[in-house]
């Protein structure tokens, strides 16, 4: 069974995933962009509350667990 994700904002996701080596690149409408070499580039909605089925598929695009990624978060 998965860990539970939290409810997090867009900002709170982009600062893990660049703990986790993804860059900001730009911001497009309300989306921030990351990139990282070799790996798809990510499209974090600016909003206060992720839905958590954005968040989980935003994981799964970047080839990360939800464990990774909540240690990430969490450090």
């Known amino acids: ?3 539970p994700l939290p409810v ?9 995933f660049e703990r986790l080596g993804w860059q900001f690149d730009q911001t497009t ?7 990282r070499a070799g790996h798809p580039t990510l ?11 954005t968040l989980r598929a ?12 909540l240690q990430a978060h969490s450090g």
């Open 43 to 53: 499209s974090v909605p600016d909003h206060k509350e992720l839905a958590v089925g």
């Open 8 to 16: 997090i904002s867009g900002r709170e996701a982009r600062k893990a």
């Open 29 to 35: 409408g309300s989306h921030m962009i990351l990139r």
């Open 58 to 69: 935003l994981i799964r695009t970047a080839g990360l667990t939800v464990d990774q990624f």
């Open 1 to 3: 069974m998965m860990p």
